[in-house]
């Protein structure tokens, strides 16, 4: 049988956990007394830009869900490009359900919201996710793959945290 004593203050005293477990179990015998503190695995202290990034990605994922209703970019589009896919998944291998117009439209948004985050020459997609063209192996073009950033898996994270995405992949 296993005990796990937690003193409220962070203070123990060893005679006070073995009068702990006598209380409990009036039997038993203490073999070996760890503190937490040899148990537990230290915590690295997040770095200056560490918390720079966070920052920004709670900015820009405060900024995607308070986005107007009538946004022409579905949270699928942000999906894909935050958790990473391709735009022939995306589309479902439909040549006409291309994923620029969203692309394009979500720029143009977080531009707008953000400002002094993002300039008018930048493409916010871009700082999120690298874009890379893909093919098939017969050498046609299957479209664009996205792989997310450090911002952006830290804003997915921020979003998925906040129900955003109330689906593990939204339709």
């Known amino acids: 049988m296993k005990?796990?004593?937690e003193f409220p203050d962070g203070k123990y005293d060893p005679q006070m956990?073995?009068?702990?477990?006598?209380?409990?179990a009036p039997e038993a015998r203490v073999i070996q007394f760890t503190p937490a503190e040899a148990v537990l695995p230290k915590v690295k202290p997040l770095t200056r830009g560490e918390l720079e990034l966070r920052a920004k990605a709670e900015v820009i994922a405060d900024a995607i869900i308070n986005a107007p209703k009538s946004?022409?970019?579905t949270g699928?589009?942000?999906?894909?490009?935050?958790?990473g896919g391709d735009t022939w998944e995306m589309s479902e291998g439909n040549a006409l359900l291309?994923?620029?117009p969203e692309a394009i439209a979500?720029?143009?948004?977080?531009?707008k919201a953000l400002p002094g985050l993002f300039p008018a020459y930048c493409k916010p997609p871009e700082y999120l996710a690298e874009h890379a063209r893909i093919y098939f192996k017969e050498g046609g073009y299957k479209g664009i793959e996205y792989r997310p950033t450090k911002l952006?898996?830290?804003v997915a994270d921020v979003l998925v945290q906040k129900n955003f995405f109330r689906s593990p992949k939204p339709r």
């Open 106 to 111: 979500f720029s143009r948004y977080l531009k």
């Open 3 to 5: 005990l796990s004593v």
């Open 152 to 154: 952006g898996r830290l």
């Open 17 to 24: 956990v073995k009068n702990v477990i006598l209380a409990v």
């Open 98 to 100: 291309s994923p620029r």
């Open 76 to 83: 699928k589009y942000i999906w894909y490009l935050l958790r």
């Open 71 to 73: 946004a022409s970019w």
